[in-house]
């Protein structure tokens, strides 16, 4: 069992963090209201949790192997002119 924060928006929950469940998985929520300060605060909580799994799940991609700048530079080709 776990306890997930989220916001409710009239019509679907929103997680503040990032969930570990499977996509798809049918769950059982009990409710417990928190005061908060608003609703608007709560729903940018949610948004900026989002973007932080999202930048979190980015982490964990693979950087670019070490070949790209090898065929980066046969695709394009930088010259500067001087003017003087």
Same mark, same amino acid.
């Not at 679907?12 to 969930?19: C, D």
């Not at 798809?24 to 709560?42: F, H, K, Q």
């Not at 948004?47 to 046969?74: C, G, H, M, T, Y």
């Given at each position: 069992?776990?306890?997930?924060?989220?916001?409710?928006?009239?019509?679907?929950?929103?997680?503040?963090? =990032?969930?570990?469940?499977? !996509?798809?998985?049918?769950?059982?929520?009990?409710?417990?209201? /928190?005061?908060? &300060? *608003?609703?608007?605060?709560?729903?940018?909580? =949610?948004?900026?949790?989002? !973007?932080?799994?999202?930048?979190?799940?980015?982490?964990?991609? /693979?950087?670019? &192997? *070490?070949?790209?700048?090898?065929?980066?530079?046969?695709?394009?080709?930088?010259?500067?002119?001087?003017?003087?």
């Amino acid at each position: 069992m776990s306890v997930v924060k989220a916001y409710y928006d009239g019509a679907s929950f929103t997680p503040i963090e =990032a969930l570990k469940i499977s !996509i798809g998985r049918v769950v059982n929520l009990t409710i417990v209201e /928190e005061d908060t &300060p *608003s609703p608007e605060i709560a729903k940018k909580l =949610a948004q900026l949790a989002r !973007i932080n799994s999202n930048l979190e799940k980015l982490n964990d991609i /693979e950087p670019l &192997p *070490s070949e790209f700048d090898e065929i980066l530079s046969q695709r394009v080709s930088f010259t500067r002119t001087l003017e003087l």
